[in-house]
């Protein structure tokens, strides 16, 4: 009875002994800089923070400027900074510095922590369409009776490698002759523009776009611009977004005082920016110019700068003014056409 409790004595210590020994190898771990070292999980790595899941202290966030070099027991996605996205077991290195486990396809290799951008990073959320609209109404009673609608419409929806934009203003004014007592149209117009990019870097863009213009106030019966070319998105965060684009447009305009309609092949140049100047105002600016490619001086223009001044995250009154210069207008219209907009807005 003494050998067998000895021999049992024995088995149960030696699994112990085991289990300590074999649980530690068995999990992901991380080394400082300063040599101290932390065993357990790890659950991802984004914008050089590391979330491990201790086995002593629970969950943690590390900096990863402290990380000496880390393994892994099971495979993990490892997304680098030039796109490659590999999963692999990894396992410690020198200093900053990591070993890829290799395969059939893959060649192990040792790379540097600080060419990593990601590690199990979460799914990315599902692009939606954000935007907003502004309108607004005045009518006036007594000496003169006046009545004017307007309106606009943004919308976006940002995806990883794409972007659509849709927008439209539309404003419709009438005032009463005090001597027929009949309305007069003051202002009909309307115009829209759909684009399409597609981001070849996170900053080197292809577009296209078209837009629409019908002015009967202007006698303007249409004016359709089809364009595409090359963009740079300079700045893209929450406060500020400013881009510059460069191609080509085929610009067709026909005005209802003309039989003939214009045609013309043209250079397409422009920005755009969109700048938070304060926690409750923005500012939207843009400018495209159309010079013809047979005679510079022949020349469109389009331009809009907007001011909002928030009340709260979603509602908002905003400015907005809208230029236009066509270098050879129709006959009896003028060149410059200024349109002013004030209304109350919604985002979502």
């Given at each position: 009875?003494?050998?067998?409790?000895?021999?049992?004595f024995?088995?149960?210590?030696?699994?112990?002994?085991?289990?300590?020994?074999?649980?530690?190898?068995?999990?992901?771990?991380?080394?400082?800089?300063?040599?101290?070292?932390?065993?357990?999980?790890?659950?991802?790595l984004?914008?050089?923070?590391?979330?491990?899941?201790?086995?002593?202290?629970?969950?943690?966030?590390?900096?990863?400027?402290?990380?000496?070099?880390?393994?892994?027991?099971?495979?993990?996605?490892?997304?680098?900074?030039?796109?490659?996205?590999?999963?692999?077991k990894?396992?410690?290195?020198?200093?900053?510095?990591?070993?890829?486990?290799?395969?059939?396809?893959?060649?192990?290799?040792?790379?540097?922590?600080?060419a990593?951008?990601?590690?199990?990073?979460?799914?990315?959320?599902?692009?939606?369409w954000?935007?907003?609209?502004?309108?607004?109404?005045?009518?006036?009673h007594?000496?003169?009776?006046?009545e004017?609608?307007?309106?606009s419409m943004?919308?976006?929806?940002?995806?990883?490698?794409?972007?659509i934009?849709?927008?439209?203003?539309?404003?419709?004014?009438?005032?009463?002759?005090?001597?027929?007592?009949?309305?007069?149209?003051t202002?009909?117009?309307?115009?829209?523009?759909?684009?399409?990019?597609?981001?070849?870097?996170?900053?080197?863009?292809g577009?296209v776009?078209?837009?629409?213009?019908?002015?009967?106030?202007?006698?303007?019966?249409r004016?359709?611009?089809?364009?595409?070319?090359?963009?740079?998105?300079?700045?893209?965060?929450?406060?500020?977004k400013?881009?510059?684009?460069?191609?080509?447009?085929?610009?067709?305009?026909?005005?209802?005082?003309?039989?003939?309609?214009?045609?013309?092949?043209?250079?397409?140049?422009?920005?755009?920016?969109?700048?938070?100047?304060?926690?409750k105002?923005?500012?939207v600016?843009?400018?495209?110019?159309?010079?013809?490619?047979?005679?510079?001086?022949?020349?469109?223009?389009?331009?809009?700068?907007?001011?909002?001044?928030?009340?709260?995250?979603?509602?908002?009154?905003n400015?907005?003014?809208?230029?236009?210069?066509?270098?050879?207008?129709?006959?009896?219209?003028?060149?410059?056409d200024?349109?002013?907009?004030?209304?109350?807005g919604v985002?979502?």
């Open positions: 009875m003494k050998n067998l409790e000895k021999v049992l024995c088995v149960i210590v030696g699994m112990l002994v085991q289990t300590a020994i074999v649980r530690p190898a068995c999990a992901d771990e991380v080394v400082f800089n300063n040599g101290d070292r932390l065993t357990g999980k790890i659950i991802r984004v914008d050089n923070k590391l979330v491990f899941l201790s086995d002593m202290a629970g969950e943690v966030t590390l900096d990863v400027s402290k990380v000496k070099t880390f393994s892994s027991n099971e495979p993990v996605e490892i997304h680098l900074n030039d796109g490659t996205v590999l999963k692999q990894v396992s410690q290195a020198g200093p900053d510095r990591f070993s890829v486990e290799g395969n059939e396809t893959i060649k192990a290799q040792e790379l540097a922590i600080s990593v951008s990601s590690i199990n990073p979460p799914p990315k959320p599902e692009p939606k954000i935007g907003n609209i502004p309108a607004g109404y005045t009518s006036t007594g000496n003169t009776k006046t004017q609608l307007n309106g943004n919308l976006s929806r940002r995806a990883e490698r794409d972007r934009s849709l927008n439209a203003d539309y404003a419709r004014g009438e005032q009463e002759d005090p001597d027929t007592g009949k309305d007069k149209k202002e009909d117009w309307w115009r829209s523009r759909i684009k399409y990019d597609y981001f070849f870097t996170k900053k080197l863009y577009y776009d078209n837009r629409y213009e019908k002015d009967s106030i202007a006698e303007l019966d004016r359709i611009i089809i364009g595409g070319g090359a963009g740079y998105q300079w700045v893209e965060t929450d406060d500020m400013f881009s510059t684009e460069a191609g080509l447009a085929s610009l067709y305009e026909k005005y209802d005082n003309t039989g003939d309609s214009n045609s013309e092949l043209s250079a397409q140049l422009g920005y755009h920016l969109d700048k938070k100047l304060y926690k105002f923005g500012f600016h843009d400018l495209t110019y159309y010079p013809s490619l047979e005679e510079l001086s022949d020349y469109y223009m389009t331009t809009s700068a907007e001011v909002r001044a928030y009340f709260t995250e979603r509602f908002f009154a400015l907005k003014a809208i230029l236009n210069y066509d270098a050879t207008p129709a006959a009896g219209s003028g060149d410059t200024v349109k002013y907009i004030f209304g109350l985002n979502f």
